[in-house]
């Protein structure tokens, strides 16, 4: 549950109108929705073996890159925590939660409306979260078995369709000819891909607790679950297609934006119950995911976890679950920049322009997980060790480079005419992708090696035992003695809270 209750998001609901505007047919939307699970078992299969090599270490990617690049000292875990802090919004579920609240009450929307409730619905999500983390993760129980039963019902509507129990006259009208209108621009066949990434995202949640697997063999557990759920949603999302597709007219998916789902219903049951329900039970949904990456393994934990290892400032407040034994220093955090995003872009462009933002930066730490596990491989080859029994075949790592590297560069190439998901330039989010990464560097040069030049202390790594035998690391100040005046030679965190 750990990771379908984090894929089942926003995803399915809000981009297949997207992808079909860009790759221009129905037959690629299959494709697509076929390649995008295809790619995250790579990543699955690469994640195994590296939590094969780490079993008590959680935090998954940051670790494993840390361990296949131990040089430059401290890069990797620097890097990771200033682009997770950039990109710790919630704008995207709080932007498709706003289109269905004011589409299933049939008022229109405009961009005043949809920032303030995307804003509202951000803000009630996050007080849940900072007042009692007992009853979010009620909440999110419950909204996750909501999710699945709008998903299931979904697919139950599109069977009566293609069946013929509804009024839709001609179901198989979107399936003739099915690569009709198809196009081979690279940069749309890259917005397809991201968008399908999107619905995937989560795919890998468990490897980031494996430390806290208590079972015979932890990695096992873990990858056996990860297969399964991935192997349940994508049959899932792929239905939820078809249902699409057999309901909606191509040119009407095309154009639904956000609202492929409201649409859908609307297209079967008309202005009835059954449709004004459906855009509740999707914004109820969103607002699951809200609360669920933030009082789980998603981002406030992350953000606390970067704060405990003396990588932001103020890192006792950060690190803090006072007054209410939660991560409000993190969930306030959080809010801020969700806040920023939301008022700063256009609305209208808001929802396409953060997904691929939220993308961009981490493609290249996937793109240097997949060359990291062969320098690991080669690395133990030469110690004389034996290779891992979850060894990743290397087609799997090959294909998960291919996508990685394949997502960093086609988007700079122009797209068709009328097929841009912004309505400015379109690879705007590659400069500013690559702008947070830029300034995860000038952050680790003044953290890592300035500041401690001028402060006269070198930083050190102490790796620490958690509860139950996990293992975490944390960066903290070691003085020279020659301006050793206070601490006698003990360390500190690494950026000190005033």
């Known amino acids: ?182 196009t081979t621009n690279p940069n749309s066949l890259a917005t397809a891909l991201v968008k399908t990434n999107f619905a995937f995202a989560g795919w890998h949640n468990a490897f980031n607790v494996i430390g806290e697997v208590h079972t015979r063999d932890p990695v096992h557990t873990v990858r056996k679950a990860g297969l399964l759920s991935l192997l349940l949603v994508t049959c899932l999302f792929f239905f939820v297609n078809v249902a699409y597709v057999a309901a909606v007219p191509k040119d009407e998916i095309k154009n639904s934006g956000q609202l492929i789902a409201a649409l859908f219903f609307q297209r079967v049951y008309g202005e009835s119950f059954a449709a004004q329900t459906m855009p509740i039970m999707v914004a109820l949904s969103c607002f699951g995911n809200i609360v669920c990456d933030l009082c789980t393994v998603g981002q406030a934990r992350v953000l606390r976890e970067i704060a405990r290892q003396g990588l932001l400032p103020y890192p006792r407040f950060f690190a803090s679950t006072k007054p209410f034994g939660t991560p409000l220093g993190p969930v306030c955090l959080k809010y801020f920049l969700t806040v920023f995003v939301i008022v700063v872009l256009p609305a209208r462009d808001a929802f396409n322009f953060l997904l691929d933002l939220s993308s961009y930066p981490n493609l290249v730490f996937n793109a240097a997980t997949a060359i990291g596990l062969w320098l690991l491989r080669k690395r133990q080859a030469l110690a004389g060790l034996a290779p891992s029994k979850y060894r990743a075949g290397n087609i799997y790592v090959s294909l998960y480079l291919l996508s990685a590297v394949f997502l960093l560069i086609m988007p700079w190439i122009p797209p068709e005419p009328g097929h841009s998901d912004v309505s400015f330039w379109y690879a705007t989010y590659c400069v500013v992708g690559l702008g947070v990464l830029a300034v995860c560097g000038f952050y680790y040069w003044l953290w890592i090696i300035v500041l401690p030049w001028l402060g006269g202390y070198t930083i050190v790594e102490e790796v620490e035992r958690l509860e139950g035998g996990a293992l975490t690391t944390r960066l903290t100040r070691k003085y020279h003695p020659s301006v050793e005046t206070v601490d006698n030679g003990e360390q500190q965190p690494l950026i000190a809270s005033t």
Not at 99 to 111: C, E, M, S
Not at 119 to 148: D, E, P, Q
């Open 1 to 182: 549950m750990l990771n379908i209750g984090q894929i089942l998001g926003a995803g399915i609901y809000s981009v297949p109108g997207v992808i079909m505007n860009s790759v221009g047919s129905v037959g690629l939307l299959f494709v697509f929705w076929l390649l995008a699970p295809l790619f995250a078992l790579g990543g699955l299969m690469i994640y195994g073996e590296f939590a094969s090599m780490f079993p008590k270490r959680s935090g998954a990617e940051v670790v494993y890159l840390e361990q296949a690049y131990p040089r430059p000292q401290f890069m990797v875990p620097v890097m990771f925590a200033v682009t997770s802090v950039l990109l710790s919004f919630s704008a995207t579920n709080s932007i498709v939660f706003a289109q269905y609240a004011l589409t299933a009450f049939d008022v229109p929307i405009t961009p005043g409306r949809q920032s303030i409730i995307a804003i509202a619905v951000c803000a009630v999500g996050m007080s849940f979260v900072a007042l009692s983390t007992k009853w979010s993760l009620r909440a999110v129980n419950i909204l996750t078995g909501l999710k699945v039963l709008s998903l299931v019902f979904l697919v139950f509507t599109g069977a009566l369709v293609l069946g013929g129990f509804t009024h839709i006259s001609d179901p198989y009208a979107n399936f003739r000819s099915p690569f009709s209108g198809s």
